[in-house]
């Protein structure tokens, strides 16, 4: 280089050549290529290193570069040997600073032959910051891949034009594409989606994604067809990726195998409808209900409807029925304790009591039920079943009412049969004895025979009961004429009315003679215990006795002008043993089976039998027969 000055300038060439050296942004060195002594260095190696030129001019390479700090000198040589041959090059090393940090470094070596001399400078960039740069992009890098590859859905990543970027694990797993060959490929050649139900092709999930710009959630129902034809369902969804710019680069795919999931949820499908069905065949209700007194309903099962009257519906909307309101007043407070006593036990319930049901029938139902809690001790709601136990109830009071009927029986017999047979034997003694007139005897055995007579009838009526209450009795009808059976009876019963001064009718008033088909003994004995009460409760006026047709029936009435039965003892008389507390009913023999064996005679006959009676002024028995009996 000339040491002229240059044209416009204050330096020469050379000052000006060293000035910009020393300020260029770039460290050069010379370095001496037989010892590794560095020669020259500018400013910016200075100032990059923290050394002065002096102390730099007193060191070697070794001292400085990293990749040779052993002082392998053969090595160094053989390095720059290497570059020289290809001319030069641009390596990376380290170079220590004076603080004793290290900065990454790119060299480019570069040689010029100067008078016949090959030199070598070296221009060092420190490239700490791209080196940053870089490592922050190598991690984030690392980060993507190890969160792509241990995700546990199957993930595809897709570029702009739909071409497969990347595919995790669990991607070549369902797919049957490994990530070697599906790099590149369009994704609907990996990707092959089909609807469950209709088999048809689903629409590429990504041109979805493309076309809406957004996450989508894809179709539900979609079988993944592999590489080995293998259907499997799956749930996914796509999102697009987007540049800093905010354009879309390309697409993300998620999805799942969903094979066990559907299963499970087949499974509980099942299991709920099975659960379903069961609760609504059971023979109750299943209920969840609040635990308010007034037991609003928040679910109750189909057999509601049979066990109220209502619909479920009806419970469980907005303007809902309270299961409370169904619940017989006296029952409530009950339930409400029962209740609550086994919340704070944390224990299930059952109880007993009556509802109403919608037409108004009351029915008494068995409840089991049991609290479910929340946060330890908060009730949440009460789950229970509630079922109809009116029938079993009915039984256990008929067996009790049996119970009662069998002690009053046994009271009633024994007490009916003593007295004739008191009488009798009483009377038996008597008649023994020699010195008694014999009319004083006649009259003794005619008191015999008459009580033995109401032993006889007690026992009779006590067999017939008993065979009408076992089933034990036949029926055995017959055609014949009415007319007769009332004549037959109007002579046998004139001379008892007349005993009392009465007067028996028989009232033809619009009959016929007709003629019935049914069991004549058992009409008979029904007409006889009708007629003989009849006479037995009246002490003055008539007895009228007669039938007439009603459709198919014939109605049969025997009315009298006796004591009469009030109102509320008129349905009573008709249970077995019942008697009038009456004195004046008192007066006259009689157990209390009569009117039980007619209802039960005309039950075996398909009749009805009723009364009308107004006390003081007398009583008309009804009773009604199908004019031609048929087996029920
Ligand atoms: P019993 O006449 O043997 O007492 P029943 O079964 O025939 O038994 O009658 C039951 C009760 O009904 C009688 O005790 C009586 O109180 C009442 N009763 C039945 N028939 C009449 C009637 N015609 N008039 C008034 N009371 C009657």
Known sequence: MENNPTKN????????????????????????????????????????????????????IFELDTAFSDGDIEKWRQHRQNIKERGGGTIESFHKCKDGSVIPVEVTITYITFQGKSLAFSFSKN?????????????????????????????????????????????????????????????????????????????NPVDKVFAEGKIVGLANHT???????????????????????????????????????????????????????????????????????????EYVSKGCEELTGFKPEEFIQEDQISFSSLIHPEDLSQIWETVQNAIQKKKPYQIEYRIRTKDGTEKWVWEKGEAVFFEGNKVDVIEGFITDITERKNFEKKLKDNDQLKTAFLQNVSHEIRTPL??????????????????EKNDYLDIIQSNGQKLLNILNNVLELSKIETGDIVITPTRFQLNSLFNELLSIFSIQAQEKGLKLIFSKADTNNLTIFTDYTKLDQILTNLISNAIKYTEKGEIEIGYFKKDRNILFFVKDTGIGISKSQQKKVFERFYRSDDPKTRNHDGVGLGLSICLGLLNKLNGEIWLESQPGKGTNFFFSLPAEFTLA
């Open 9 to 60: 300038n204050f330096f020469d060439q050379a000052t000006l050549d060293r000035f910009c050296i020393d300020h260029a942004g770039i460290g050069i060195f010379q370095i001496s290529e037989e010892t590794g002594q560095i020669l020259n260095v500018n400013r910016k190696v200075c100032t990059d290193l923290g050394y002065t030129r002096e102390e730099l001019l007193n060191m070697t």
């Open 127 to 203: 490239i700490s910051k791209r080196k940053k740069i870089e490592n922050a992009l190598k991690n984030s890098e690392k980060l993507f891949r190890t969160t792509l590859y241990s995700i546990g859905d199957g993930v595809i990543t897709c570029d702009l034009n739909g071409n497969i970027q990347n595919i995790n694990k669990v991607a070549e797993n369902l797919t049957g594409w490994i990530e070697k060959e599906a790099k590149g490929l369009p994704l609907e050649k990996v990707f092959r989606i089909i609807n469950e139900h209709t088999r048809k092709k689903v629409i």
């Open 223 to 297: 079988l993944l067809i592999s590489k080995d034809g293998r259907k499997i369902p799956i749930a996914d969804s796509g999102a697009p990726i987007f540049s800093d710019e905010g354009n879309i680069t390309g697409a993300v795919l998620v999805f799942r195998d969903q094979t066990e999931e559907r299963q499970q949820q087949r499974e509980l499908e099942k299991s709920r409808n099975y659960l379903s069905t069961l609760m609504n065949n059971l023979p109750g209700m299943a209920f969840r209900c609040k635990n308010f007194p007034t037991w609003n309903m």
């Open 422 to 439: 008191n009488a009798i034997l009483g009377f038996s003694e008597l008649v023994k004895l020699n010195d008694i007139p014999q009319k």
